[in-house]
């Protein structure tokens, strides 16, 4: 499933524009990193610092991109846990739309 998943966001992450900053999910065992600090959101799979991470299950941000779960639900239920810079979540709707 993260294969998909980050198949599906270097896609998406190419598309954007880049997000000024650096995000990471930490989904406990992995993780996906994108650097936007540069000309292009580089995504990768390496446990880097990011501006931001948001812990979160595959499962939910899959269904978070599918627009099958609320992002603001869910962190309010406690299925996402955002950490760091709330301003760079903020910018995911860009990744994820």
Do not use: R, W, Y
Request: hydrophobic fraction near 40%.
């Amino acid at each position: 499933m993260l294969d998909t998943i980050v198949k599906e966001m270097e896609g998406k992450a190419a598309a954007a524009e880049p997000l000024g900053s650096s995000l990471k999910f930490n989904f406990g065992d992995s993780c996906i990193h994108i650097d936007g600090t540069g000309d292009s959101n580089v995504v990768t799979t390496e446990d880097k610092e990011a501006d931001c991470t948001i812990g979160i299950t595959p499962e939910d941000l899959a269904a978070v991109a599918a627009g099958d779960l609320n992002p603001m639900m869910a962190v309010m239920s406690g299925k996402i846990k955002i950490d760091g810079d709330m301003s760079v979540a903020m910018k995911l709707q860009t990744l994820l739309g």
